[in-house]
T-cell receptor, first 114, second 109 residues
């Protein structure tokens, strides 16, 4: 199993551009999520999904969209990039949507918005 | 006030030392608790879950104090390979997980 994969590893955008960060898992996990990690702050939940066709907002959803058309894939779309979205983005998955299950993280995408 | 607070460190300890980290959380309704480890420029990985009765995994011991709303992690006989950032994670309901900013540990020869 590849686990959780993310592409790209690095990305530089100009303000106002849009792009999609890709995330895929091959573990047949029900739950998937997107976090951003900024210096001095913990990982913050952007959006999450408890199954195909179901998504919900996390702590910091503004400026981001998600969809979950398949169990495997959970792309994150930046609609109009802003410098405040410069961050490291992690995708994670968990076997079952629930509070006590280990989350497996992808390797991260380092995004810079100029 | 952050929902999950940790001392950022850094903690610099010699090999073989015992080191302890604490984490406090503000939501008394929190239901699940974890310690994750994150190496520099890598993704977080689960170190251990924290149970009400406390739990141990080799050199690592985790404790939960619900009354005072804190979680601790004790590392005995520190190894160089323990150098990392340790993230405290608190689950409120379903998949609402809140992460602390992490405590950085450096173990020196």
């Amino acid at each position: 199993n590849a686990g959780v994969t993310q592409t790209p590893k690095f990305q530089v955008l100009k303000t106002g551009q849009s792009m999609t960060l890709q995330c895929a898992q091959d573990m047949n996990h029900e739950y998937m999520s997107w976090y951003r990690q900024d210096p001095g702050m913990g990982l913050r939940l952007i959006h999450y999904s408890v199954g195909a066709g179901i998504t919900d907002q996390g702590e910091v959803p503004n400026g981001y969209n998600v969809s979950r058309s398949t169990t495997e894939d959970f792309p994150l779309r930046l609609l109009s990039a802003a410098p405040s979205q410069t961050s490291v983005y992690f995708c994670a998955s968990s076997l079952v949507a629930g509070r006590s299950y280990e989350q497996y993280f992808g390797p991260g995408t380092r995004l810079t918005v100029t | 006030r952050k929902e999950v607070e940790q001392d950022p460190g850094p903690f610099n300890v010699p090999e073989g030392a015992t080191v302890a980290f604490n984490c406090t959380y503000s939501n008394s309704a929190s239901q699940s608790f974890f310690w994750y480890r994150q190496d520099c420029r890598k993704e977080p990985k689960l170190l251990m879950s924290v149970y009400s009765s406390g739990n141990e995994d080799g050199r690592f011991t985790a404790q939960l104090n619900r009354a005072s709303q804190y979680i601790s992690l004790l590392i005995r006989d520190s190894k160089l390979s323990d150098s990392a950032t340790y993230l405290c994670v608190v689950g409120n309901n379903n998949n609402d997980m809140r992460f602390g900013a992490g405590t950085r540990l450096t173990v020196k020869p």
